[in-house]
């Protein structure tokens, strides 16, 4: 099941679940702070890895999982 990083406008409340497309979609996913099932997606840009010649790329932050073969890797 996909994450969901969720509002409640009723008590301000941001918080992310785990719950599937059908739950979200038909809202029956309830705030934890104050039980309302009006909720708005909140969408979060992800985080931008640059490699320039002049600057260092961050270290892949799952290369506990993908090793160094994986795209981030400097």
Known sequence: ???YDL????CEN??????????KINK???C????AHDLQT??????????SAGLKAPE???R???GMGCRHAG
């Not at 934890?32 to 039980?35: D, K, R, T």
């Open 28 to 30: 029956k996913i309830a």
């Open 42 to 51: 909140v969408f979060k840009a992800p985080p931008a890895y640059i490699k």
């Open 32 to 35: 934890p702070e104050c039980g």
């Open 64 to 66: 506990h999982v993908c």
């Open 1 to 3: 099941m996909p994450y």
């Open 14 to 23: 941001e918080f992310n679940i785990s719950a599937s497309m059908t739950e």
């Open 60 to 62: 892949c932050p799952n």
């Open 7 to 10: 509002y409640c406008p009723e």
